[in-house]
């Protein structure tokens, strides 16, 4: 008997060594944001059929991940002033527990700009590439438990006021428990390789931690935080700018603006796809290093 337990747990000891380690699974990356920029979404306008068939996607994904609905629901509605009249949005929330209540929020607004003049503007870099970025890390840290609980929220109506993200920041309890809010919005087009981590001026304790992570080809560069930046200041240009103004600090990377920015052109074909999964893996490296430094 004594023999056999012991084979036992030999065998659980060499099960738990040899399980695999999570991967970021890129091909379903680019998968996912091609559909979110397809024409058949016609652009996400909050509101519209379009938007309307991206949610059913979110909603789907969540679900095949196995993410926790946020708060009971995946839906987080609200409501927002537009040229004069009330419009409807909807955020999808979902979530990954870790071994602590305190949370690391992740968003990515998965709205754009919808149809124009009879041209669909897809958003392929803005912002399905950080809404399919979003759902990419989502799925590897359903293999990995965090220490931190991850929430990670699909923004809408980012375009026109960051009124998705001012809605869950004004009706979320859970804010006090939020140590820190990571942005992903138009993290995959640059011929440079280059990719922003904005915050740290702010933050300055953030920098090491980011410095020391591994980046592979991508460039990661720091600034457009500091007030003399002027317009190149980021610090509220997008949904991280409304946690912030609830004190609660960020780091948002993204890319600077190109000649598809708010273009007809931001397609899925522009996209450099292999600086977008590289993208992405800092991302997630990052992710994995701010949740051990604010675990000590």
Known sequence: MKSAFYSLLFLLFVTACSAPEPELATDQLISDIEYLSSDELEGRYVGSEGSAKAQAFLLKRYEEIGAEPFQGS?????????????????????????????????????DHLG???????????????????LLAMMDYF?????????????????????????????????????????NMDMISQNQENELYAVGTYHFPQFKPVL????????????GHD???????????ASDHGAFFRKGIP????????????????????????????????????ATLAMDEYLSD
């Open 142 to 182: 359903s293999q990995a438990q965090p220490t931190h609980t991850l929430v990670f929220a699909a923004l809408d109506a980012e375009e026109g006021g960051l009124n998705g993200a001012v809605a869950l920041a004004d009706d979320s309890g859970f804010l006090e428990n939020v140590q820190l809010v990571i």
């Open 250 to 285: 960020f780091i948002y990377f993204g890319v600077e603006d190109h000649a598809h920015y708010h273009q007809h052109t931001d397609e899925f074909e522009t996209i450099p796809q292999e600086f977008y999964k590289n993208s992405v893996r800092v991302i997630l490296n």
């Open 211 to 222: 410095e020391g992570i591994e980046t592979g080809e991508i460039n990661l560069l720091f």
């Open 226 to 236: 500091r007030p003399e930046d002027g317009n190149q200041d980021w610090t509220y």
């Open 74 to 110: 995946y839906n987080h509605f609200f409501s927002f002033e537009r040229r004069g009249g009330e419009m409807e949005g909807i955020n999808i929330i979902g979530k990954i527990r870790g071994e602590s209540e305190e949370v690391i929020l992740i968003v990515a607004h998965y």
């Open 115 to 133: 149809i124009r003049d009879s041209l669909i503007y897809n958003g392929a870099d803005d912002n399905a590439s950080g809404t399919a970025g």
